[in-house]
Structure formats: structure tokens, C-alpha cells
């Protein structure tokens, strides 16, 4: 999806029915439809955003909260220095 710095990929990662989430390697748009339960945004810095419907507009939603709600609430110092 995106990565600012090294430490901070984000992704969606899909919520499977056992409750477990999908890793970083997982496209989950590509993901045969059932397969997942709810996206959720995750960033490789360990963030974990809220869960979305398993939707195209679930997926717009979660990269748009990763952006908005986590890029760009890290402390200036953090991306200044990279
Ligand atoms: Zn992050």
C-alpha cells in the first residue's frame, strides 16, 4: 500500500473467521470473496487500526485511517528524521 520510513508499511489485512488477521503478504482484494470477515488497517510498526466491512469501501476506508489516523499523527521528529 504505502511505506514512510522503513518502519511504517501499512496494509489491509483481512480478518479471517477463526479471528486471525491475514500478514502483509496477503492481497486481500485478490482474495476470493467469504474469505475474510472484516478488513482491518495494519502498519509493519505494530499499529492496528479499526476493523471495516469486507468491502472495496472497507479497503478504501482502512487505508484511509492508516494514512489519517496514524501517518499523519507520528510525532514530526519521527518523520523529520528520516
Ligand atoms: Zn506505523
Redesign the pocket.
Known amino acids: 500500500m504505502a511505506t514512510?520510513g522503513d518502519?511504517?508499511g501499512?496494509y489491509v489485512a483481512g480478518r479471517y473467521r477463526d479471528g486471525s488477521l491475514s500478514d502483509g503478504w496477503t492481497d486481500v482484494e485478490r482474495c476470493a470473496g467469504g474469505t475474510f470477515v472484516r478488513y482491518v488497517a495494519r502498519?509493519?510498526?505494530?499499529?492496528t487500526g479499526r476493523s471495516h466491512p469486507a468491502s472495496p469501501a472497507g479497503v478504501r476506508a482502512a487505508k484511509q485511517e492508516w494514512f489519517l489516523g496514524?501517518?499523519v499523527a507520528?510525532p514530526l521528529s519521527e518523520v523529520a528524521a528520516r
Open positions: 514512510v518502519e511504517h501499512g502498519c509493519a510498526c505494530g499499529w496514524h501517518v507520528l
